[in-house]
C-alpha cells in the first residue's frame, strides 16, 4: 500500500516536473519571439529544422580558424566593423602597455611588483566609489571593469591593452606559463598583439573551442546559464547583425587588444554594451559570464575566433614547439605528471591511517585499505623523471622561441632577415 502510494507521488511529481520545463521553455521561446530583433529571429527558436551548423572541428590544436586579414586592405566582419590593419611598426620598435585589473577591497594585487615595470597598472576597486580608479557599479565582474578603463581611456590608450583578472595564479592561466599571471606579463609579445589587434590570453581550446554558446538553443542547459542570456542581450548590443549559430573562443576573459582595434570601433559601441551591463536584469555572475563569450564579437567581429594552441603559445609568449608532436608530448606528460602526483597523495593518505591504527586486530573491521609497499617510491621517481624532462622540454621551447623565423614559421607567418618577433 505505502509502496503504491510511494510510486504514484513519483509519477505525479515527474509528470508536474515534464509540465513545468515544457512551460519554461514556451515561455523562453515566446519571450525570443517578442524580442525587438529585426533579423535572426528565425535562428533563435529550434524548430526542428535540419541543423546547418558547421561540422565541429575535432583536432583541437591545429586549426587555426581566425579570420586571416589581408595585408593591404580593411576587412569587413561578420557584424559590419571595418576593421583595418594596425598601423605598420618597423621590427623591434617599442610599444607602452598597461595591465587593466579589477578587485574587492579585501583582495589586492600586490603580486604585480613581479611584473616588468613598464606595464603601467591600471587597478579598479569595483566595491569602493572612493578609490582612485572604480567602476559605476559592482555588476558584471570584470566586464564593467574592463569597459570603464576603455570608456575612460579611449583617446589616450597605450599601444598595449592587458586585461586579466586580478588572480596571481588561476586554472585558466596557460599552463606553460605556470598558470601565473605575472609570467603572462613577461613573455606576452606585444608584436603579435599589436599585428592580431586582439589575443585571447589563453592558448588552449577546452573549454570554449571550437563552439560553446548556442545563442539559437530554445532550451535552456543548466550550466551555461549565459546562453539564454547572450540570445536576449543580442539584439541591443549588436543591433542589426543577426544572432550566429555559435560562439567560441578559449575561455576565462583574459586578453590583449592594440590601441588601434580598440579606436577602430566607434565610442559608441562600448557604452552601448556598458549601458546593457548596468541595465540589465541578469544576475551579476550571469551577465559577467555574457562577455566571457562576446570579447571575440566585440573586438574582432567574429563570432567564433580560436587561434591554433601551439602557434598562440609560440607566437604569443615565445614557447616554441618546433613540431605538433612536441607539443602534444608535452602536455601528455604534463598530465600523466598530474596523475602521478594524485595517486601519490592517494598512497601517503592510506599510509597516514595504517600509521594511525594502534590495535592490529582491527584492522579487519576498520576496513583500512593497505597501500602497495614500496608503490610511493615507484611514483616519487616517476614523478622526479616527469617534470625534469617537462623543465628540459619547456626551456628548449623558450629558446627556440628567441628566432624570430622561429615564431614566424610556427605561426605561418611569412618572414624575412631583420624582422624582428
Ligand atoms: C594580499 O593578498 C595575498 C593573497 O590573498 C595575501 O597573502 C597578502 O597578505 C595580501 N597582502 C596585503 C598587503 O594585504
Ligand atoms: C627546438 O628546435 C630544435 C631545432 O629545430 C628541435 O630539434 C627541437 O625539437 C625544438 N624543441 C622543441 C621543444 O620543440
Ligand atoms: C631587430 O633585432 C634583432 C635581434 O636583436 C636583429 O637581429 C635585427 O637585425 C633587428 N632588426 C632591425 C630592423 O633593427
Excluded at 45 to 59: A, C, F, H, I, S
Excluded at 71 to 95: C, D, E, M, Q, W
Excluded at 182 to 205: A, D, I, P
Excluded at 279 to 290: A, I, L, N, Q, Y
Aim: aromatic share 10%.
Amino acid at each position: 500500500m505505502i509502496f503504491a502510494k510511494r510510486v504514484a507521488l513519483v509519477a505525479i511529481t515527474a509528470a508536474l516536473c515534464i509540465i513545468y520545463f515544457q512551460l519554461k521553455n514556451r515561455d523562453y521561446s515566446s519571450t525570443l519571439q517578442s524580442l525587438s530583433q529585426s533579423v535572426g529571429l528565425g535562428e533563435l527558436v529550434d524548430d526542428g529544422q535540419e541543423d546547418t551548423r558547421p561540422p565541429v572541428n575535432k583536432q583541437q590544436h591545429s586549426q587555426p580558424t581566425q579570420p586571416q586579414a589581408p595585408s593591404n586592405g580593411i576587412t569587413t566582419s561578420f557584424t559590419g566593423l571595418h576593421l583595418p590593419p594596425s598601423t605598420f611598426r618597423p621590427p623591434n620598435s617599442t610599444y607602452t602597455r598597461a595591465v587593466i585589473m579589477g578587485h574587492l577591497t579585501i583582495e589586492n594585487t600586490t603580486f604585480l611588483s613581479l611584473a616588468p615595470p613598464d606595464i603601467q597598472q591600471y587597478i579598479y576597486i569595483v566595491d569602493d566609489l572612493s578609490a582612485p580608479l572604480h567602476t559605476p557599479m559592482n555588476k558584471g565582474h570584470e566586464a564593467m571593469v574592463y569597459l570603464t578603463y576603455i570608456l575612460d581611456h579611449y583617446d589616450s590608450l597605450p599601444d598595449i591593452n592587458i586585461f586579466m583578472h586580478a588572480h596571481q595564479r588561476a586554472w585558466h592561466t596557460p599552463e606553460l606559463l605556470n598558470h601565473e599571471a605575472t609570467e603572462v606579463l613577461k613573455r606576452l609579445s606585444s608584436e603579435r598583439v599589436w599585428r592580431e589587434g586582439y589575443m585571447n590570453l589563453r592558448c588552449h581550446w577546452d573549454p570554449g573551442c571550437p563552439e560553446r554558446i548556442y545563442p539559437g538553443r530554445s532550451y535552456r542547459e543548466n550550466t551555461k546559464a549565459e546562453e539564454v542570456a547572450v540570445a536576449r542581450a543580442w539584439a541591443e548590443m549588436f543591433p542589426g547583425v543577426s544572432i550566429p549559430d555559435a560562439l567560441g573562443a578559449p575561455c576565462c576573459a583574459q586578453f590583449a587588444v592594440s590601441s588601434d582595434r580598440i579606436t577602430n570601433i566607434p565610442r559608441e559601441n562600448f557604452e552601448r554594451y556598458r549601458n546593457w551591463l548596468i541595465r540589465t536584469k541578469e544576475s551579476d555572475w550571469v551577465s559577467g559570464r555574457v562577455f566571457e563569450y562576446i570579447w571575440q564579437v566585440i573586438f574582432t567581429g567574429e563570432p567564433k575566433v580560436c587561434p591554433d594552441s601551439r602557434a598562440c603559445y609560440c607566437d604569443g609568449y615565445g614557447i616554441c614547439f618546433t613540431t605538433h608532436e612536441a607539443f602534444e608530448e608535452w602536455f601528455g606528460l604534463h598530465h600523466r605528471w598530474g596523475d602521478a602526483m594524485k595517486e601519490l597523495d592517494e598512497w601517503e593518505q592510506k599510509a597516514k591511517i595504517i600509521d594511525q591504527v594502534k590495535d592490529w586486530t582491527k584492522i579487519e573491521q576498520k576496513k583500512v585499505e593497505i597501500p602497495v609497499p614500496g608503490k610511493n617510491w615507484e611514483l616519487k621517481e616517476e614523478i622526479d623523471r616527469s617534470l625534469q624532462t617537462l623543465i628540459d622540454m619547456r626551456v628548449e621551447a623558450i629558446r627556440n622561441g628567441t628566432d624570430p623565423e622561429v615564431r614566424a614559421s610556427v605561426a605561418g607567418r611569412s618572414w624575412k632577415l631583420g624582422d624582428g618577433y
